[in-house]
């Protein structure tokens, strides 16, 4: 099923870095390592996708470990409107398996 | 940015009736796919739709749901014959050239059963 363990919850200070964990350490070679993010009250908002290399985009920054059994969500730097739920996902064919994600606080 | 646009916001029907959920996906994308979400719970994949036939769907999408897209435009998800659990936020997605994609979500519509 869903394949990734993430933190319950990380607090953040506002414009400070977050390293967000993910560890998926049954992925298979063509599982791509998808993140999205859910503030309150919206649906689920794209936010990087890799499968091997890193990934830099204008929101965030993807790092995944050389044996991809694990990746980090990058935010450079925290602002309020980035206190959402961030969900890290293997890809499976047409099915996106969201767990229960990392709720993320940002402390103004 | 072009946007998944999902009417109505809210929706409130007796038990027992049917109910349809609309969406309009983004333009150009060719793949579709409806999750509800429980309140409290976490987002559960339904169905995905592509060339006009599902192409995958949970255990949860059993035979007291469907799915239409009647036009060019609109992307539909029908309840017959609702029961209180069916109550929850369903969100609507589509994505352009393949399911490896990113998914783009509209802000749901949120179903309430009484």
């Known amino acids: 099923d869903a394949k990734t363990t993430q933190p319950n919850s990380m607090e953040s200070n506002e414009e400070e870095p977050v390293h967000l964990p993910c560890n998926h350490s049954?992925?298979?070679?063509?599982?791509?390592i998808h993140w999205y993010r859910q503030l309150p009250s919206q649906g689920p908002e794209y936010v990087i996708h890799g499968l091997t290399s890193n990934v830099n985009n204008r929101m965030a920054s993807l790092a995944i470990a050389e044996d991809r059994k694990s990746s980090t969500l990058i935010l450079h730097r925290a602002t309020l409107r980035d206190a959402a739920v961030y969900y890290c996902i293997l890809r499976d064919a047409y099915q996106f398996y969201f767990g229960t994600g990392t709720s993320l606080t940002v402390i103004p | 940015e072009p946007e998944v646009t999902q009417t109505p916001s809210h929706q409130v029907t007796q038990m027992g009736q049917e109910v349809i959920l609309r969406c309009v996906p983004i333009?150009?994308?060719?793949?579709f796919y409806w999750y509800r979400q429980i309140l409290g719970q976490k987002v559960e994949f339904l169905v995905s739709?592509?060339?006009?036939?599902?192409?995958?769907k949970s255990e949860i999408f059993d035979d007291q749901f469907s799915v239409e897209r009647p036009d060019g435009s609109n992307f539909t998800l029908k309840i017959r014959s609702t029961k209180l659990e069916d109550s929850a936020m369903y969100f609507c997605?589509?994505?352009?050239?393949?399911?490896?994609?990113?998914?783009?979500f509209g802000d749901g519509t949120r179903l309430s059963i009484l």
């Open positions: 739709f592509y060339n006009n036939e599902i192409s995958e």
């Open positions: 333009s150009n994308h060719l793949y």
């Open positions: 997605a589509s994505s352009d050239t393949g399911p490896y994609q990113p998914q783009h």
């Open positions: 049954t992925i298979s070679g063509t599982d791509y």
